[in-house]
């Protein structure tokens, strides 16, 4: 019983909770600022990762960008691309509210990118 309650006890004390990963959270913002003024979501089941996802467009000299962060899978962490006038890509890391800056060229589905600055491109060609 004394080696039932002393196990016990040693359990307790270097047992730690399970606190999930907490990430700033939003969804097609302007500002980074914005988004940090949210309240933080705590992720949930696999996603083991903070996100950054933003995609840049300039068209006719205006730079109009758009951010989301929010929590992830490590496996959809995709990197960046650059197209034409479309830059976008996702950069992930591993602890609480380490997707504070959004300052970084971002994107979430280089296939779409890719096919949206293909046709603006064309659209473009023929204009002129």
Same mark, same amino acid.
């Given at each position: ?23 700033? !959270? ?6 980074? *600022?914005? #988004? ?5 979501? &705590?992720?949930? @089941? /696999? ?10 467009t ?13 929590c ?9 691309i !650059? ?6 890509? *996702?950069? #992930? ?5 380490? &997707?504070?800056? @959004? /300052? ?25």
């Amino acid at each position: 019983m004394t080696t039932v309650l002393s196990l016990l006890f040693m359990i307790y004390l270097f047992a730690r909770p399970v606190i999930a990963l907490q990430c700033y !959270s939003c969804n097609n913002v302007e500002s980074n *600022t914005v #988004c940090n003024q949210k309240t933080p979501q &705590n992720c949930t @089941g /696999s996603q083991d990762r903070c996100m950054i996802s933003k995609v840049t467009t300039e068209i006719f000299g205006q730079q109009i960008t758009t951010l989301k962060k929010g929590c992830i899978e490590s496996s959809k962490c995709t990197g960046t691309i !650059s197209v034409i006038f479309i830059s976008a890509g *996702t950069e #992930c890391c591993e602890t609480d509210l380490c &997707n504070v800056n @959004g /300052s970084a060229t971002f994107s979430e589905s280089k296939l779409m990118l890719i096919a949206s600055a293909s046709f603006l491109y064309i659209i473009l060609k023929f204009v002129n």
